[in-house]
């Protein structure tokens, strides 16, 4: 499946308020997607794609236990995604605690 294919596809995503992103819906997307399911759990998320109501992401943790009907498929033509992690803090020599967590980012990152 292409990307430029899911730009048009019905989306099942998180139930969202308009001040949250709309998690679950593939961030990359080309204009707004359009969600026609709100959900508040991955059980509901799941049995929505499995009825045919529309296609969600899910996390690598789910994709070894997906209910009938529901099949993980390959995206092509998608960007290439650049992740940043980014440590807020004020000025100045940064307390203990928030330079441990700095090296903890660091060797993470």
Do not use: N, Q
Request: with cysteine; hydrophobic share 55%; charged share 15%.
């Amino acid at each position: 499946m292409r990307v430029d294919e899911l730009a048009a596809a019905p989306w099942i995503g998180p139930a969202s308020t308009g001040a949250e992103p709309l998690l679950g819906v593939w961030p990359g997307l080309p204009g707004r997607p359009r969600v026609v399911h709100a959900a508040r759990d991955w059980f509901t998320k799941l049995a929505l794609v499995a009825g045919g109501f529309g296609v969600t992401t899910v996390p690598c943790l789910l994709a070894g236990i997906l209910p009938r009907g529901v099949a993980l498929v390959r995206v092509d033509g998608v960007p290439a995604e650049v992740r940043r992690v980014l440590l807020a803090r004020l000025p100045g020599p940064p307390a203990p605690a928030v330079a441990a967590v700095a090296r903890a980012l660091a060797e993470v990152v």
